[in-house]
């Protein structure tokens, strides 16, 4: 049996548990970790089922999303800091308040989240497909007369 | 000797010291000339306004190795010429997936080459229009993935995070309301774009100057006819890639890689070589200063540990066959058989060059085809192969002699062999060339160009 206690790093794959073992609808709750292996204030990637995520833990609570910032896709796991509740994506300072999901600063796209529970002393994130965001497309101007423009 | 002056420095290794017999040798000929009994029919060793005096050829046929060794001449190279011509940078292999670049330099300038996501290879001024500081530091690398100062898709500048996408539109400024409000946006930013082409065998080709005063086609097709269904055939790839910085002017590389002469330098290329067919290969010039060797069959099994190229010959080409294809301002495009050689030539100083040398074989070369290939390669052309180290030993040789600040002397390129192989006509052609973008006469630099007489023109 792996070591569900170090909370670093890549849980096992979750084949690895029966479902009356995680108490819950394998096909889409899944467990993530224990509830005391992410620190107050810090940010852990996980692979679940091939799925990147990352979680955090503001303090009253936690909350899963994906590892990309919805600006520019920037990692969240290294870009982001945690203080008062408050994400931060230090890359261009897009904020959101984590216990109510507002949107701070400059930012204008919503975070996505999955939903969460605590059982058991373990976390738990519904994960039934992948949540992505749609990043804006360079513009595709065209060339002609490009050099010549003044 | 005027070298004496460098002979606390680093380059003293390779001032060459008199041995016992030359120095008695020159005290003898200084004596006679001392005592006026020259006899200058018996006397071959020259004093110093025999050794500065032209020698009796027309002034094409010799330049003055200021050209070589002038600080104010090189920077006006890189003013008239480098930042005014196509340069190839490198090659579309080199950027083989959706954002990936390399960085390089044209005269001075820093230039980013990027492949965007919609695969078209762009380049731009690796300079940040904020204040000045250089965007990407990496040689090469993928802009697919964040950096801890960079950002997934995007060129980061790393000092105040302003950011670009693959086609240099300014995508991001930091904290830009707070600091510019309305007075200066995204919009008004971008990097500096540069006209970029991949062409003849997948090089990438780069102009500093906005409106070339030829096409990218028109500046290189003719040179490249002879090769160009072989190298467009089917996608290329590089696999050997080194550079060298060389104590020597680049056009001293560029006159190696045009004089075939210097084979009595190659001991693999007189064996393998010298004979009727060898000395038949024509050197043609073409328009813009640019030169070819003809082919011929080479007998790669006539040196010990060698053999025939013929199985991996590039394609529609017969067995063994060696062309050369030399462009102005220093760039080489050296075809033997089954390997091509690229040369770039970044000058630095004018004692000094950064040679870029690339192998590139076929792409779909199996893994066996490819050891083979790069075996042919780099026995020839590799750091430890037979002939580079050669060519560079004598272009390290001829910049220890024209260091900046040296004496002006005589370079002759005055053989004339009916435009074959041992003609100098080449580099006639090159200095000619220089001649017109610079304005000025490569035997007397500080003479205006004159367009040569009908009679004279080769």
């Avoid at chain 2, 919609?118 to 001024?125: E, K, M, P, S, V």
């Avoid at chain 2, 002469?261 to 001991?267: A, E, G, I, Q, V």
């Amino acid at each position: 049996m792996a070591d569900l206690t170090s909370g670093k790093g890549k849980p096992p794959a979750l084949s690895t548990y029966s479902a009356s073992q995680i108490g819950t609808n394998i096909m889409s709750w899944k467990r993530i970790c224990g509830s005391g292996d992410i620190a107050v204030n810090s940010l852990e990637k996980f692979n679940v089922d091939g799925i990147d995520i990352v979680v955090a833990n503001y303090g009253d609570g936690f909350r899963a999303f994906p590892p990309v910032c919805p600006h520019m896709e920037e990692p969240l796991a290294e870009t982001g800091v945690l203080v008062r509740c408050v994400l931060t994506c230090t890359k261009h300072l897009w904020a959101w308040d984590l216990k109510t999901l507002e949107l701070r600063g400059p930012a204008e796209k919503p975070l996505k989240t999955y939903e969460m529970k605590e059982e058991g002393g373990d976390i738990f994130a519904f994960i039934d497909q992948e949540l992505v965001y749609d990043f804006d497309e360079e513009a595709d101007d065209p060339d002609d007369d490009f050099f010549s423009k003044s | 000797m005027n070298g004496s002056r460098y002979l606390s420095s680093e380059r003293s290794s390779f001032i060459p010291q008199d041995t016992t017999g030359d120095a008695v040798t020159r005290a003898i000929v200084m004596q006679t000339v001392a005592g006026g009994q020259q006899q200058e029919d018996l006397v071959a060793a020259k004093n110093h306004a025999q050794w500065v005096a032209n020698p009796p050829l027309p002034p094409n046929e010799w330049v003055d190795s200021k050209i070589y060794s002038d600080e104010g001449i090189f920077n006006e190279e890189l003013e008239k010429i480098f930042k005014k011509v196509w340069i190839p940078v490198c090659h579309e292999s080199e950027l083989p997936n959706a954002y990936d670049f390399r960085t390089t330099t044209i005269a001075r300038e820093p230039i980013v080459i990027v492949r965007g996501a919609d695969n078209q290879i762009r380049a731009f001024l690796n300079v940040c229009p904020h204040r000045g500081m250089i965007v990407e530091r990496r040689p090469a690398g993928s802009f697919l993935d964040g950096q801890p100062s960079g950002n997934p898709k995007r060129m980061t500048c790393m000092f105040h995070g302003w950011q670009y996408d693959m086609k240099g539109n300014c995508v991001f400024i930091s904290r830009e309301k707070e600091g510019y409000q309305d007075r200066l946006c995204k919009d008004d930013i971008g990097l500096r774009r540069l006209r970029c082409e991949v062409k003849f065998g997948g090089f990438v080709w780069v102009t500093l100057e906005d409106n070339p005063s030829v096409s990218l086609e028109d500046w290189a097709a003719s040179a490249f006819s002879c090769l160009r269904k072989t190298l467009d055939a089917e996608p290329l790839e590089v696999f050997h890639y080194h550079k060298a910085i060389v104590n020597t002017n680049y056009k001293l590389w560029h006159d190696t890689n045009c004089e075939f002469y210097h084979d009595f330098m190659h001991y693999h290329n007189r064996v393998t070589g010298f004979n009727d067919a060898y000395f038949a290969r024509k050197n043609e010039a073409f328009e813009h200063g640019h030169i070819i060797v003809g082919t011929f069959e080479v007998n790669y099994d006539k040196y010990e540990g060698f053999e025939s190229r013929a199985e991996l010959s590039f394609p529609h080409l017969p067995p063994n066959q060696w062309y050369m294809i030399d462009l102005f301002p220093g760039m080489n495009f050296n075809l033997r058989g089954s390997a091509l050689r690229c040369d770039i030539v970044t000058p630095l100083g004018p004692n000094k060059v950064m040679i870029e040398f690339r192998g590139l074989g076929l792409k779909r070369d199996t893994p066996e085809e490819r050891m083979t290939r790069i075996n042919h390669h780099n026995s020839i052309w590799g750091p430890f192969g037979r002939n580079l180290h050669e060519d560079l030993i004598g272009v390290q040789g001829q910049g220890t002699t024209m260091l900046p600040g040296s004496e002006d002397r005589h370079i002759l390129l005055g053989r004339h062999e009916n435009q074959t192989i041992h003609d100098e006509n080449g580099m006639r052609h090159y200095y000619s060339e220089w001649a017109k973008w610079m304005n000025r006469q490569a035997s007397d630099p500080s003479k205006p160009y004159e367009r040569p007489a009908a009679a004279a023109a080769e």
